[in-house]
């Protein structure tokens, strides 16, 4: 994923696969935390500066489950953080990662929710069951 623009404040992008330009859709893996298939998974690490994030796979065929998704972050090379825009009080920030190891061709989505009026990270993923493991 290469952006390149002065400014993405306010912005929500879409990310189509670049052969057919449809957009891609969140994939569905399989979470050990619950034991079974979910589309995201809360990414809870107290030990990164942002602790309460959500990740999806847009596009398919590359991961079989959460845990291979959260292994592979560690040599993402992600974009910035780009700040949504403001939706029911609600902005999303998010950074977007392309994986194209061996033949795949998908995007990990990584992102979380402020208040519109606040830069404070809301802790949606505080007790989750839905662990990326």
Request: with cysteine; proline share 2%; aromatic share 8%.
């Amino acid at each position: 994923v290469n952006l390149e623009c002065d400014s993405l404040d306010e912005t929500s992008m879409e990310i189509v696969n670049k052969e057919s330009t449809e957009q891609l859709q969140p994939d569905i893996l399989w979470t050990a935390a619950t034991n079974s298939n979910t589309d995201y998974c809360c990414n809870n690490d107290n030990t990164r500066e942002f602790n309460s994030t959500f990740l999806e796979v847009l596009g398919s065929g590359c991961f079989d489950n959460w845990r291979d998704v959260k292994i592979t972050l560690d040599r993402c090379s992600f974009t910035s953080w780009v700040r949504g825009k403001c939706a029911k009080e609600n902005r999303e920030v998010y950074r977007l990662c392309l994986v194209n190891d061996g033949g795949c061709d998908n995007v990990i989505r990584e992102y979380y929710n402020t208040l519109c009026t606040s830069d404070v990270i809301l802790p949606h993923c505080r007790n989750s069951q839905t662990l990326c493991r």
